[in-house]
């Protein structure tokens, strides 16, 4: 490594330690105020269109769970971060965009968790992705908070059902809920919602205790309605290259 390329990694290095320091500080304040243990909760970094090299960084920095969107760009990415590791070293890849139905079966194959099931179409793909893989699949039912399914995620009323269907699944394991508060709507009032979608949920099925919720801009609203997983990007890695 040239001293240059070494200078340029020690001052992302720090960047991104003063920016999850203070992404964490967020958090801590965020649970103090809504009487909960931080430790409940985890971050999920986002790290779509940043490079492996970042997720390195991370890795050093005590990040355990990444969140990528695209297919296409998850695999090549866990796979190059998982053979610089020699393995997976605790590091978990969560899948956290909208997922095409032929990309289920592939997305299974390297994910450990998918926030983004919103349709019982996905789940034969899944469920043989994480067959062939030997390992169980957490998943994760994407609720919409607006009644727009076009944008991703089932409504409400669907939830339970969905739910039921990927309990029926061999190798996936139901983890909980997870949504987007809509741009135009209160984050209080989209994630009071998705609250009692989660309570629904875990009315039936005792395991599914997962909420996952809020990013770089509304993670306390989020904490505020019990999410035990926050996805946060841009307000740890800066925003976005365009590069893709």
Not at 123 to 135: F, K, N, T, V
Not at 190 to 204: M, N, Y
Request: proline share 3%.
């Amino acid at each position: 490594m040239s001293e240059a390329t070494q200078q340029a990694t020690e001052a992302r290095r720090t960047e991104l330690a003063t920016a999850l320091a203070s992404v964490r500080d967020r958090i801590s304040g965020a649970c103090e105020s809504a009487g909960r243990d931080p430790a409940e909760t985890t971050l999920v970094v986002v790290t779509k269109f940043f490079p492996a090299s970042d997720v390195l960084l991370l890795h050093e920095l005590g990040v355990r769970a990444i969140g990528e969107n695209k297919d296409q760009e998850a695999g090549a990415k866990i796979a190059a971060v998982r053979a610089a590791l020699r393995g997976d070293a605790g590091l978990e890849l969560h899948f956290v965009g909208r997922l095409q139905s032929n990309k289920a079966r592939h997305v299974a194959g390297y994910a450990d968790v998918v926030h983004s099931v919103d349709r019982v179409k996905l789940l034969r793909g899944l469920s043989a992705g994480a067959m062939e893989r030997g390992r169980p699949l957490s998943v994760l039912i994407q609720v919409s908070l607006d009644g727009d399914t076009g944008r991703g995620g089932a409504l409400p009323a669907d939830v339970p059902r969905l739910a039921a269907a990927v309990v029926d699944r061999a190798g996936l394991v139901l983890k909980g809920v997870m949504a987007v508060a809509p741009m135009e709507a209160d984050s209080d009032d989209s994630f009071a919602l998705l609250r009692e979608v989660a309570s629904g949920i875990r009315a039936v099925h005792p395991g599914a205790d997962w909420v996952s919720a809020g990013m770089s801009g509304d993670l306390e609203a989020a904490i505020r309605h019990g999410a035990t997983h926050l996805r946060v990007g841009t307000a740890i890695l800066g925003s976005r290259p365009s590069l893709l």
